[in-house]
Nanobody
Framework: QVQLVESGGGLVQPGGSLRLSCAASGTIFSIVAMGWYRQSPGNERELVARITSGGMLNYVDSVKGRFAISRGNGKNTVYLQMNSLKPEDTAVYYC???????????????WGKGTLVTVSS
């Protein structure tokens, strides 16, 4: 089993910054990709940013130039630096990890419990 622990959410004024962190622990052989999704009331969960083991980055258009995803030195941690935050960024942010727990296992998909980001004056 794998556990994801998220931190860093909170209340911030428009134009402010927050940094989200997600640490994965448990039976991990290799991580294929780590990412952040978000969901606001009445909307579907959407991909915000994703980084693969090869370093490929994907961002939703609405956050390009404002958010940056990165992995920690230990590689089982992913960060989301969020700058120039807007009220429309308000949502619950979920960490997602795609991994293999052993060399021959199929890909496994894990989700964190979510951390609330509120952008409001």
């Amino acid at each position: 089993q794998v556990q994801l622990v998220e931190s860093g959410g909170g209340l911030v004024q428009p134009g402010g910054s927050l940094r989200l962190s997600c640490a994965a622990s448990g039976t991990i052989f290799s991580i294929v990709a780590m990412g952040w999704y978000r969901q606001s009331p009445g909307n579907e969960r959407e991909l915000v940013a994703r980084i693969t083991s090869g370093g490929m980055l994907n961002y939703v258009d609405s956050v390009k130039g404002r958010f940056a995803i990165s992995r920690g030195n230990g590689k089982n941690t992913v960060y989301l630096q969020m700058n120039s935050l807007k009220p429309e960024d308000t949502a619950v942010y979920y960490c997602n990890v795609v991994l293999r727990s052993d060399p021959v296992s199929k890909l496994e998909d894990y989700w964190g419990k979510g951390t609330l980001v509120t952008v409001s004056s």
